[in-house]
Nanobody, 130 residues
Framework: QVRLVEFGGGSVQPGGSLTLSCVVS???????????IGWFRQAPGKEREGVSC????????EYKESVKGRFATSRDNAKMTVTLRMNNLKPEDTAVYYC????????????????????WGQGTQVTVSS
C-alpha cells in the first residue's frame, strides 16, 4: 500500500522560504519509473489546485504559472522523497499543501485534476503572513 507523508510546513513572512518534503513508502525501488508525484494546495474556501508535478519520464517538472521561478520540485530516488522548495513566498501561497502519487508512465502536469491521483498525504499547513 502506497503511503505519502508531508513534512516541512510552517509560518513565514512574505518573501521567506520553506521546503516541503514528501516521503513515499510502499513502492518498489523503481518507483520513479511508474509514479508521477504532484504537489497540490487548498486554501480555505477554495478548490484544491495543482502546484507542480514531477513526471515518471526523466523527472520532467512542470509548475502552475503563478509559482514559476519561485517553486522547484525534485526527487531523491534513494530516499524515496520528493521535495518542494518554495522561495519568495506570498500571502496568496497560504494553504494546506498535499503531495499525491499517480501511477502512470507519462509526463505530468499541475493541470491534471486531483481525481487522477491515486494516493495522498495528510497535508501540511503553509502560512505566509506579516
Amino acid at each position: 500500500q502506497v503511503r505519502l507523508v508531508e513534512f516541512g510546513g510552517g509560518s513565514v513572512q512574505p518573501g521567506g522560504s520553506l521546503t516541503l518534503s514528501c516521503v513515499v513508502s510502499g513502492l518498489t525501488p523503481d518507483w520513479r519509473r511508474f509514479h508521477a508525484i504532484g504537489w497540490f494546495r487548498q486554501a480555505p474556501g477554495k478548490e484544491r489546485e495543482g502546484v507542480s508535478c514531477i513526471s515518471s519520464i526523466d523527472d520532467h517538472t512542470e509548475y502552475k504559472e503563478s509559482v514559476k521561478g519561485r517553486f522547484a520540485t525534485s526527487r531523491d530516488n534513494a530516499k524515496m522523497t520528493v521535495t518542494l522548495r518554495m522561495n519568495n513566498l506570498k500571502p496568496e501561497d497560504t494553504a494546506v499543501y498535499y503531495c499525491a502519487a499517480r501511477t502512470v508512465d507519462d509526463y505530468c502536469s499541475p493541470l491534471i485534476p486531483a481525481r487522477y491521483f491515486n494516493s495522498w498525504g495528510q497535508g501540511t499547513q503553509v502560512t505566509v503572513s506579516s
